[in-house]
């Protein structure tokens, strides 16, 4: 059982609706991320936050509009994507810091998105 | 920058052969190094980790060694089963950066046949 729990697991939307993945975690962890992954790729990072705070944005469409509610919630609000946009979301969470580069990410199973 | 090296696959194997998977990587300073498998249609598991030079990792019967001097980290199984079938990446974390986030190599699909 994974400890990052993402919701929905799959998801199709057409380009013109606005959806939302959810991604929760109760490890303590003060580090969130989102990453996509194409089919036989590995995954990319989207976004990290760090204490609530967004600290890296791998220049990321605006169509992708992340936020963190509190240290336990990740979201990704979505708007306007394009086909391109299908594709495995997946979450993580680790402990930030220097003394805890050590510690690994924990994913969750992620959301199968399907843009039509 | 920071980049991972992994074998191309896919690697196919009959059920009780020996696995290895090479992967090699660049970064600056020490890195902490990582494989994670990846089961179709979840998410990634982390298998094990090292992190720090001649290191071992080991978990559920994989094993992987931090070679500083040859910058690798391949992964090694004495014998496989069909239920290793998955794809596996090797990643590291490079503190010198100040990334959060893990550099992966393009994952290697091992295919077990009975």
């Known amino acids: 059982d994974t400890e990052v729990t993402q919701t929905p697991k799959h998801l199709v939307m057409g380009m013109t609706n606005k959806k939302s993945l959810k991604c929760e975690q109760h490890?303590?962890?003060?580090?969130m991320y989102w990453y996509k992954q194409k089919a036989k790729k590995p995954p990319e990072l989207m976004f990290v936050?760090?204490?609530?705070?967004?600290?890296i944005n791998e220049s990321v469409p605006s169509r992708f509009s992340p936020e963190c509610p509190n240290s336990s919630l990740l979201n990704l609000h979505l708007h306007a994507l394009q086909p391109e946009d299908s594709a495995l979301y997946l979450c993580?969470?680790?402990?930030?810091?220097?003394?805890?580069?050590?510690?690994?990410?924990?994913f969750g199973d992620g959301t199968r998105l399907s843009i039509l | 920058g920071d980049s991972v090296t992994q074998m191309e696959g896919p690697v196919t194997l009959s059920e009780e052969a020996f696995l290895t998977i090479n992967c090699t990587y660049t970064?600056?300073?020490?890195?902490?190094l990582f494989w994670y498998v990846q089961y179709p249609g979840e998410g990634l598991q982390l298998l094990l980790k090292?992190?720090?030079?001649?290191d071992k990792g080991s978990n559920k019967g994989f094993e992987a060694t931090y070679r500083k001097e040859t910058t690798s980290f391949h992964l090694e199984k004495g014998s496989v089963q069909v239920s290793d079938s998955a794809v596996y990446f090797c990643?590291?974390?490079?503190?010198?950066?100040?990334?959060?986030?893990?550099?992966f190599g393009s994952g290697t699909r091992l295919q077990v046949q009975p």
């Open positions: 993580a969470s680790s402990q930030p810091g220097q003394g805890t580069l050590n510690q690994p990410q924990h």
């Open positions: 490890m303590g962890h003060r580090a």
């Open positions: 936050y760090s204490y609530e705070k967004l600290s």
């Open positions: 970064a600056t300073g020490y890195p902490s």
């Open positions: 090292a992190t720090k030079a001649d």
């Open positions: 990643a590291l974390r490079s503190p010198d950066t100040g990334r959060r986030a893990l550099t």
